[in-house]
């Protein structure tokens, strides 16, 4: 075992958080977005993580077998939300069909907030592995001192 | 390192070896004496030189394991810091208790040298 | 195998050497994460270096003579270490291919390890200067 791993695998959370960040403020920021370039109101994405084994280049995962209970974490799909969008009666809006109805995102900013909070939590927590799988292998180097 | 620690030694020494038993060790490459003399203390099956000399080649094997792990380590083939400092100190503690060893049975012979016969 | 600077010493020189470099490409990197159209670099020389001094004892080649030069087995020291773009990299979309979290990852990891190398050199020396000082007598 070595710490190379935990730091590589530690890294791929950091990213995979940064990620979701980045999807959490896009929603935040389109939230009243009726118009987009492919049509319709902006929709609500999010992002899918899913757990891969821990390889370093393609030659190393054909060559080597690895470790089954070491997986790092990837973003495989940033998804679409499902939910249909909310309409609003505003006959006035440029945006109005023929019943008067305006299409807005169906995002709620107390779920994404929570989100948000949820991915800053998890970067930290990733942040303090590293620090610790760094210490840990500093106070090897004491070992000979 | 098994077989020949400080204690075993300087219990060797303080049994009162002879002259021609003292001619027997040879721990430096420098230190020539005449091969002779019989095994020393009852207990021991093999002579004092075979014991030595096992332990200059234990050491050796392990200054060359510590080579090979720090060859390792420098080119990025094992990441596991803490296996490749302690082969690497104990090679280093082996190696200063022998030179240890060999200070005191040098010294040792050097006082018998001066006895007057 | 009677040289006082062995394969081991030069192969830890060179290893710090080139995780120097290593460092310095990684910290470019790091500065230009931003950068639009920076393509991020890599530096690889463990197996160019693991060949060099020969790990497995595969390249020997035995001479008849003495005299002879020694065959197979590059030097150690004139190691070059390949810099190319990180294929690995996922490109935004203002062109660059850094990934600050593993850039870090890297750095930290390569610090580690210079320091490993650092100090495994400082104890062969020392062991070198304790024998060459008559055992510390």
Redesign the interface.
Known sequence: ????SSLRISSSGLSAQRMRMNTISSNLANINTTRTPEGGPYRRKDVVFEAMPDFRTFGEMVTTRPDENLQRVQVTDVTVDQRAPLMKYEPNHPEANEEGMVAYPNINMMEEMANMLQATRSYEANVSAIQASKDM?MS??E??R | MDGLTISSSDALLEKGQTLRQMGQSRISEGLKAPEMGPSVGGSIDKTFSATLKDAVNQVNALQKAS?IK?????????????E???T??R??IA??LM??V??KVIDAYHEIMKMQV | MSQIF???AQ??A??LKLRSLRHNMTASNIANAETPGYKAKKVDF?NA??RA?D?EGLRGMSTSDPEHFIVGGGSISNIRAEVYDNPDGATTNDGNTVDLESEMATLQ?NS??YK??L??MN??L??LK??ASD???
């Open positions: 075992m070595d710490f190379s292998a090897a180097l070992i000979g | 080579d720090m060859q390792e380590l420098a080119t990025g083939k094992t990441k596991d810091i803490s490749v400092m302690i690497a100190e090679a280093d190696l200063k030179v240890q060999r200070n | 062995d394969k081991t192969s830890l060179s290893t463990e270096l693991a001094i790990l990891e580690i390890l490993a190398a100090q495994l104890k062969k020392g062991t304790y024998a055992g510390g007598r």
